[in-house]
Nanobody, 115 residues
Framework: VQLVESGGGLVQPGGSLRLSCAVS????????MSWYRQAPGKERELVAT????????NYKDPVKGRYTISRDNAKNTVYLRMNRLKPEDTAVYYC?????????WGQGTQVTVSS
């Protein structure tokens, strides 16, 4: 199982980014996908989750109304659209899938929100 994130970068406060996570090695359309983030000196935290069909999503309070998780099962890819970014959104962002009893993570992509 392999997950590869992309799309991070430096953005000014109020700006937007879209992260992508390409997944291989499993039947992508059968799995719940999640995005997490880890800021310096803090624990990794769940940001958003999407079900296998893509018709149910859930968000943690700090990102509700600003972030949108989506997926394209034909492309084996999950996305995270981030709008109205704030400095406190600065973190390494990871996608995750739980396959059987093992959690698989990507390598992460850095998002820095700064003027």
């Amino acid at each position: 199982v392999q997950l590869v994130e992309s799309g991070g970068g430096l953005v000014q406060p109020g700006g937007s980014l879209r992260l992508s996570c390409a997944v291989s090695g499993l039947t992508f359309s059968s799995y719940v996908m999640s995005w997490y983030r880890q800021a310096p000196g803090k624990e990794r935290e769940l940001v958003a989750t999407i079900n296998s069909a893509g018709d149910y999503t859930n968000y943690k309070d700090p990102v509700k109304g600003r972030y949108t998780i989506s997926r394209d099962n034909a492309k084996n890819t999950v996305y995270l659209r981030m709008n109205r970014l704030k400095p406190e959104d600065t973190a390494v962002y990871y996608c995750k899938v739980l396959h059987l009893t093992t959690a698989y993570w990507g390598q992460g992509t850095q998002v820095t929100v700064s003027s």
